[in-house]
């Protein structure tokens, strides 16, 4: 059974069924019948009258004001006609006013319809566009009847229990498909509140419907459940509360959606403010399910205490953090705007986080305009206060969000300035929307992204391939891929989740110094008894190493994959890629490499560089930006030099892994060095970055472990990142 005969609160207004217009005014709360009666009744045009007068002060603009609306909306969005008629078009020429709500159905053209589409239809997503068709097409009614219609469709299948159900996998009353049902209805329901083809009773219908799906919604959201499906339900829910809160069970419903959305913040924004499920696309996807609520709260002068604003603040906040130089944000796993896109844009968030608290670094990302999208959920006051945004560049550069796992080093905020992101983390709870890509890295330089992920979408036939490994900048060993058992979900809708990723593990991170150093490892591999770790180290800003260590008792083919399409005249240690403004990226191998493959999907490449047979292992890989041709690693000539870091040192060493600039040097692999005359073991092949000073030098592990470091006179022992001076 879908619906439960049993809820914590003996709710009045009925989940099963729609209330009957004529009844409507029996559910409201007393105060509110004896306002509206006159001899004892409520006639149905005063009810609908006085609901007009609600929406007028509670929702997020006057519905008096829509010609004048769409009127300014037609000219600050000129390109949003074509989309909005296209998309109509496509949805009534796909469905019927009154189609089926249970599968198998067909379209109109006979077709069969898919889970995938049957989930959009419930959303009602294209159902706005009809709405605003109605204007463009000089508001013709009949778009106002396909509306009232469709919702009675569904009204007339819930009657009737013909609708697809959550154990199917489809349910229509699901918490996200309906969640943003009501979401798009309230939108449509106050832009045809003026129109005399949407009678009173037409009104007063949508009133009882939204009703019944916060009844159902408050029913079987009691429990806290995990992920943005029942935010999106608890969302709506307390929107429902807002607006219709002259009605019985509204205090109770949104009492109930408050906590258990603050429970949800609690849980699933992380301390460091990122989003649990560590995507771009639902963080931001929070963003919006805590706005619509916030917004109308502050429009009813409704209190939302300070943890509920504190918490929706840092989602903000933390999409500043994540920025790069050009104000896009890095891909980070099922990110699914734009499929195969590179970056995200996140200028329409921030502007929404601008318009509610003001903060000028926020202005910084925000735009001058509201999205086509959110335009409908701002008030005529906010949209004044956009032609004068105040903006602060963010002074933060290099940033750890540590609980979610993404180490972020950054150069700064000008146009060319440079920012690699490594991705090391895994939500244990619910790792669903995360990629094959556990110490995974992004990189920007000169405007570009010249190490990029990818954005994907649910309903294309390649997700696994976008969703795992060879679509990311990781290393692999044989054909071991970091995601695996991957499951698509029973509905049918495409989306698909890893059963097994690797666990990392944060060894060292070091931060706003001339070398700054992420050292990590993670778990991947162990099912073929290989062990794993990565460090990244970026060098005054200048260029990044990145070494990636194996070690096993058996011999494997070890490998890294760099996204991106480059060029092998150099190849396999030298790898190039160029961009459209002449900047590019070198990718120069310390160690020699057997072989590059090349490969893509999608219009993107990716080039695989491996060494075969090998026990032990090391790639250390120079990944050297530069912003014109002559800046390029010089493939011509004999010695490499890299920003005044050369692949010699005065040092004298056991290793020809090395680069040195004045009195620094950096040393990988390296058994023995002689400083001044004095030489110094250690007790292992380690790495380690070491600088001559007047009195003597210092030693500073970018080791992955522990190790000794000894001379004629003393033993110390050095830790992961820690510096050791010697006079």
């Known amino acids: 059974m879908l619906f439960f005969s049993i809820s914590v609160y003996g709710q009045k207004i009925p989940s099963k069924k729609i209330i009957k217009v004529s009844k409507l005014d029996k559910f409201l709360k007393d105060d509110v019948k004896k306002q509206l009666s006159e001899n004892g009744k409520i006639t149905l045009e005063k009810l609908a009258s006085y609901f007009r007068d609600q929406f007028s002060e509670r929702y997020y603009y006057n519905y008096k004001t829509v010609d004048n609306r769409f009127a300014e909306y037609s000219t600050l969005y000129t390109d949003a006609k074509e989309n909005h008629i296209s998309r109509a078009l496509d ?238 944000a890095p891909v980070f ?38 999205s086509e999208k959110m335009y409908w959920y701002t008030s005529k006051t906010q949209l004044e206060s956009l032609k004068n945004i105040q903006q602060a560049k963010p002074n933060l550069k290099s940033y750890v969000f540590s609980d979610t796992g993404y180490y972020i080093l950054r150069e700064g905020w000008e146009d060319k300035d440079k920012m690699l992101v490594v991705s090391a983390g895994v939500d244990e709870k619910k790792p669903d929307h995360q990629h094959g890509d556990v110490l995974g890295i992004q990189a920007f330089a000169n405007g570009n992204v010249i190490l990029p992920n990818y954005q994907v979408r649910y309903s294309l036939k390649d997700l696994e391939l976008f969703k795992n490994s060879m679509t990311k900048n990781v290393a692999l060993v044989d054909d071991e891929l970091l995601g695996k058992k991957y499951t698509s979900n029973k509905g049918g809708s495409g989306f698909g989740k890893f059963k097994d990723l690797p666990k990392p593990t944060i060894i060292g991170f070091q931060k706003d110094k001339d070398l700054e150093i992420f050292i990590g490892a993670h778990d991947g591999f162990k099912n073929i008894d290989v062990k794993y770790t990565r460090q990244v180290i970026n060098v005054e800003n200048d260029f990044w190493i990145v070494k990636d260590n194996f070690s096993s008792d058996k011999n494997h083919i070890y490998k890294q994959v760099w996204q991106g399409h480059y060029s092998l005249e150099n190849a396999p240690n030298l790898l190039r890629s160029s961009f459209s403004n002449g900047s590019g990226l070198d990718i120069y191998q310390l160690n020699k490499i057997d072989k590059v493959i090349t490969d893509g999907a999608r219009g993107k490449e990716w080039s695989v560089v491996s060494v075969n047979d090998k026990k032990d292992f090391s790639f250390i890989t120079i990944l050297f930006p530069f912003s014109k041709y002559d800046e390029r690693i010089n493939e011509t000539s004999e010695t490499v030099n890299l920003k005044g870091w050369q692949t010699t040192s005065e040092i004298i060493s056991d290793t020809k892994n090395k680069l040195s600039k004045e009195n620094k040097c950096l040393l990988f692999d390296v058994r023995e060095v002689e400083i001044k005359g004095e030489k110094y073991q250690f007790s292992d092949k380690v790495d380690v970055f070491i600088e001559i000073t007047k009195d003597g030098f210092i030693v500073q592990s970018l080791n992955d472990n522990v190790f000794l470091i000894k001379n004629r006179l003393v033993t110390k022992e050095i830790k992961p990142l820690e510096i050791l001076v010697f006079n």
């Open 91 to 328: 949805h009534l020429g796909k469905f019927p006013s009154k189609p089926q709500w249970k599968l198998p159905f067909n379209y109109q053209n006979g077709e069969p319809v898919n889970a995938y589409a049957l989930r959009h239809l419930a959303r009602q997503h294209k159902m706005i566009d009809i709405a605003l068709y109605y204007f463009y097409q000089k508001k013709d009614v009949k778009y106002i009847d396909y509306f009232t219609d469709q919702m009675q469709s569904l009204n007339y299948a819930l009657k009737q229990n013909e609708f697809e159900t959550i154990e199917d996998g489809n349910g229509v009353y699901e918490a996200f498909r309906s969640g943003y049902r009501v979401l798009n209805w309230l939108e449509i329901h106050n832009l045809f509140l003026g129109e005399e083809a949407y009678s009173d009773e037409d009104q007063l219908t949508t009133i009882a419907t939204l009703l019944q799906h916060a009844s159902y919604l408050y029913e079987i959201n009691q429990e806290f459940k995990s992920g943005n499906h029942q935010t999106r339900g608890l969302s709506a829910l307390a929107m429902v509360s807002i607006l219709l809160r002259d009605f019985v069970d509204t205090d109770v419903w949104y009492k109930h959606s408050m906590n258990l959305l603050a429970e949800h913040m609690r849980k699933e924004i992380n301390e460091d403010g990122f989003q649990f499920e560590r995507t771009v696309h639902y963080h931001i996807s929070d963003i919006g399910n805590y706005f619509y609520v916030y917004q109308l709260a502050k429009n009813s002068n409704i209190k939302v205490d300070d943890f509920w604003t504190n918490k929706l603040e840092s989602l903000f906040g933390t999409l500043t953090k994540i920025a790069f130089p050009d104000k896009s």
């Open 333 to 370: 796993s099922d990110d699914t705007d734009t499929p195969w896109a590179e970056k995200n844009d996140i200028s329409e968030a921030l502007t929404l986080g601008f318009l509610l608290f003001e903060d000028p670094t926020y202005g910084y990302f925000a735009n001058k305009n509201i």
